[in-house]
């Protein structure tokens, strides 16, 4: 049987699902592929990188905590985090009772190459951004959102730019492309 892997540009302000009631804006808008459906998620109010497959073993496993691969994000955040801040993100943040694994945190020098949102953030002339690299292996709810403010850095824009070793690269947001062999063959290996 041959499967579908399809990557996928999500942009801010539409929904990781194909239907939705309320009349917000759905993959259904942007992947006309049948039977294909996310592994994982991307909340409404984040953006980038997602897959799609019709391999629900694959999804599985990549869905599944005990599976741990890692995702990227580029996070905006209110404020400078300072270095007591970055330590506490990579040993794990106690978040609803529970410590979130360790992470692969950086402060960005430079701001990343991203097309601007949409809706832009919540801009403060006085209160000063900084955008983060966080590298986790696990998928909690709004878990990136809930560590930086639990260290008292607000998110203002997420972007999720790598799952494992597929990356964003040019996909502009709404975009779609299928992955290619050597990528889907380092997926299922």
Do not use: C
């Amino acid at each position: 049987m041959s499967y579908r892997y399809i990557l996928f540009n999500k942009p801010y302000g539409v929904l990781s699902q194909f239907t939705d009631s309320s009349g917000k804006r759905t993959l259904k808008d942007y992947i006309s592929v049948a039977g294909v459906y996310p592994v994982g998620r991307l909340d409404w109010d984040s953006e980038g990188l997602m897959l799609l497959t019709d391999n629900g073993q694959l999804q599985h496993k990549l869905s599944h905590p005990q599976f741990g691969h890692p995702r990227t994000y580029w996070v905006q955040v209110e404020r400078i985090p300072d270095s007591n801040a970055i330590a506490q993100l990579q040993s794990g943040v106690m978040i609803s009772g529970l410590l979130t694994r360790p992470a692969i945190v950086k402060l960005l020098t430079d701001e990343p190459p991203l097309p601007p949102r949409e809706v832009p953030i919540r801009f403060r002339k006085n209160i000063p951004t900084a955008w983060l690299e966080m590298t986790l292996t696990e998928g909690r709810n709004r878990q990136v959102r809930r560590m930086t403010a639990k260290v008292g850095f607000p998110t203002l824009r997420l972007v999720r730019v790598a799952i494992s070793h597929l990356s964003l690269h040019n996909l502009l947001p709404g975009d779609l492309r299928d992955l290619t062999t050597e990528e889907v063959k380092n997926l299922l290996n």
